[in-house]
């Protein structure tokens, strides 16, 4: 077993690579006309993540950065603290299995009998004491220009991708202001949300200052992992849920849908928005790099 894990540079930043052959597979079939085709697949991967010697979970993942994966995920159930010492991580490819220990001796052997099934696609879990989180938020005061998040939503879009290479597959955006700072892909946005925590933990980014993009749906699972990291504005190009709405308004995060071409709409935090761009000077969205949620909102 080996750590997986590098420390950045000071221009370190992370974007997909959908160049990857390890990502996706070439499959033969046919085309809506009868004729032969072949087409990249996204690939999928089980990991069993273990904290010291506790098997945690098994999620399935496109396996890039499973140490990341594993440390956000541990984040994001509060089973891993903000201020514990990570003394190792421990990665084997051939037993699909990555091994997070810590100074601090851990035993959550009742916590995981308690879980909360999530709307997340691949199968995303809370644990119900993570409620605590939206009633004692306090994030930070932050502004978003609309300048920004209109030069983020292109960039986002415009980057190469495993999502226009292949499909099937959710993207999170960690951004600073109108750059992208960390850009990471998985078959399940909570794993891709995940991986990003990891990414800040480890290499201490600071959370007041940054916006955090999703192409999924903005439901109560993503407002919680976002207001758990201490991120005061969340974006997708996506639709609501009710109930993610509401826990928004009760953590004071802005939330931001629907954000395609000149358009969003905000339902929470709409106080942090700046309004300083000049929509003639914006363009729609190009239909090539439209994602199934351009079309019907989910």
Known sequence: MTDTISRPTATHRILPNPDDPRLTERVSGIDQSGAPIETAVTVERALTIFLNSQEIVTAMTIGDYPAYLALGYLLNQNMLRTD???????????????????????????????????????????????????????????????????????????????????????????????????????????????????????????????????????????????????????????????????????????????ARGKRFVALAGEDRIVFDQDLAYVAEESSKHRRKAAVDGD
């Not at 980057?159 to 290479?165: C, N, V």
């Open 84 to 258: 514990d010492v990570v003394t190792g991580i421990d990665y084997d490819e051939d037993l699909a299995v990555v091994v997070v220990r810590t100074e601090r001796a851990t035993d959550y052997e009742q916590k995981m009998k308690k879980r909360v099934q999530t709307s997340g696609c691949a199968q995303g879990t809370v644990f119900g004491d993570l409620m605590d989180v939206i009633e004692n938020a306090q994030l930070p005061r932050a502004e978003l220009r609309t300048s920004w998040l209109y030069r983020l939503t292109n960039a986002i879009n415009t980057t190469p991708s495993l999502y226009l290479e292949a499909g099937a597959i959710h993207g999170c955006v960690l951004c600073q202001r109108d750059e992208i700072v960390a850009y990471m892909e998985d078959v399940g946005r909570h794993n891709a949300v995940d991986k990003i925590a990891g990414w800040m933990f480890q290499h201490g980014v600071t959370a007041e200052d940054k916006i955090f993009y999703t192409t999924g749906r903005l439901t109560s699972e993503m407002v919680i992992k976002t207001v758990r990291m201490g991120i005061p504005i969340l974006v997708s190009r996506s639709g609501f849920t009710a109930w993610g709405v509401e826990l928004a308004r009760k953590a004071g995060l802005t939330l931001i849908g629907r």
